[in-house]
């Protein structure tokens, strides 16, 4: 099931932002994450979450950004927060899913995700 970002949008930097992603869940599902690419560079992962809750963030994102889920809403943010003129990009949610109780490690790496988003943009201005 392919997720849905929103809350993209222009901010001055220091600013704040919340991105959305909408998914519902599916059986197998063990991590969502978010990714960002600017053109000319590859996509690279900004954090991502498990099932039961675990993060991992990407060095640029630890401090200032925030990754959580609403379960009952089948939702997952970013909570931005510090924004600098480099955190400019599309970003991207994604959804992985493995064999039930293999152990996958949730990380934001981009080749453990099979279903993507079609991406929100984000625009820092300084």
């Known amino acids: 099931v392919q997720p849905v970002e929103s809350g993209g949008g222009s901010v001055q930097a220091g600013g704040s932002l919340r991105l959305a992603c909408a998914s519902p869940?599916?059986?197998?599902?063990?991590?969502m994450g978010w990714f960002r690419q600017v053109p000319g560079k590859l996509r690279e992962g900004v954090a991502a979450i498990s099932t039961d809750g675990g993060t991992v963030y990407a060095d640029s994102a630890k401090g200032r950004f925030t990754v959580s889920q609403d379960n009952s809403k089948n939702t997952m943010y970013l909570q931005m927060n510090s924004l600098k003129s480099d955190d400019t990009a599309m970003y991207y949610c994604?959804?992985?899913?493995?064999?039930?109780?293999?152990?996958?490690?949730?990380?934001?790496?981009?080749?453990?995700?099979?279903?993507w988003g079609q991406g929100t943009s984000v625009t820092v201005s300084s």
């Open positions: 869940y599916v059986y197998g599902r063990y991590c």
């Open positions: 994604a959804a992985a899913y493995g064999r039930p109780g293999a152990g996958d490690p949730c990380l934001p790496e981009r080749d453990r995700f099979g279903y």
